[in-house]
């Protein structure tokens, strides 16, 4: 059973730091691709970042570039999100999706608000 188990969301000041992990198990995690995707209020979920299954490549919506930052352990079968310098507007439930036939997590929620 395919389980992805994201954690670490919750209220933070804007400028604060988070860092989110999902905890992968139920397939071979150093084989997949891993994304984190983003859904706020109101709006439709968007990719954030991306990562290769070796951790060699990865990738950023342009809007995010420079502040976020995506990686994995592979030992741990874990992949985080850090996310430094963050705004109001990052505030969304933060969900981890694995390649392997398209498993989502549960979602973790980030809310930024002084």
């Known amino acids: 059973q395919v389980q992805l188990v994201e954690s670490g969301g919750g209220l933070v000041q804007p400028g604060g730091s988070l860092r989110l992990s999902c905890a992968a198990s139920?397939?071979?995690?150093?084989?997949?691709?891993m994304s984190w995707y983003r859904q706020a209020p109101g709006k439709e979920r968007e990719l954030v970042a991306t990562?290769?299954?070796?951790?060699?490549?990865?990738n950023y919506a342009d809007s995010l570039k420079g502040r976020f930052t995506i990686s994995r352990d592979n030992a741990k079968n874990t992949v985080y999100l850090q996310m430094n310098s963050l705004k109001p507007e990052d505030t969304a439930v933060y969900y981890c999706y694995a390649f392997y036939r398209g498993y989502w997590g549960q979602g973790t929620q980030v809310t930024v608000s002084s």
């Open positions: 139920g397939f071979t995690f150093s084989r997949y691709a």
């Open positions: 990562i290769t299954s070796t951790g060699g490549i990865t």
